[in-house]
């Protein structure tokens, strides 16, 4: 999360408070099994650090997060159809 979050200083401070500031994440990477090991060592990305990230963003400045998913890991099943991200929107609303 350092590098996302010292680019979103920088680019807060260079842009200014009065324009709006996006940023697009990944909500998961789609591996399978649980994203944290019985260690609590993160394993793959996914929706509990994308929820850490986007909470640490706004807190940056960010003013809209545009939340997409997949691309990332080569054995990933995505289970495409109609409306199958929408349920990321969930998990991001506070």
């Known amino acids: 999360m350092r590098f996302p979050l010292e680019v979103t200083h920088r680019v807060r401070q260079a842009w200014g408070e009065e324009k709006p500031l996006f940023a697009r994440l990944s909500a998961t990477d789609w591996a399978e099994g649980p994203e944290q090991d019985s260690e609590g060592n993160w394993r793959h990305w996914g929706i509990q650090?994308?929820?850490?990230?986007?909470?640490?963003?706004?807190?940056?400045?960010?003013?809209?997060?545009?939340?997409?998913?997949?691309?990332?890991?080569?054995?990933?099943?995505?289970?495409?159809?109609?409306?199958?991200?929408?349920?990321?929107l969930n998990h991001l609303v506070w």
């Open 49 to 88: 650090q994308t929820k850490i990230l986007a909470q640490e963003l706004i807190k940056a400045g960010v003013d809209l997060i545009d939340t997409s998913s997949g691309g990332n890991w080569l054995a990933q099943k995505i289970p495409v159809g109609p409306g199958y991200q929408v349920r990321y």
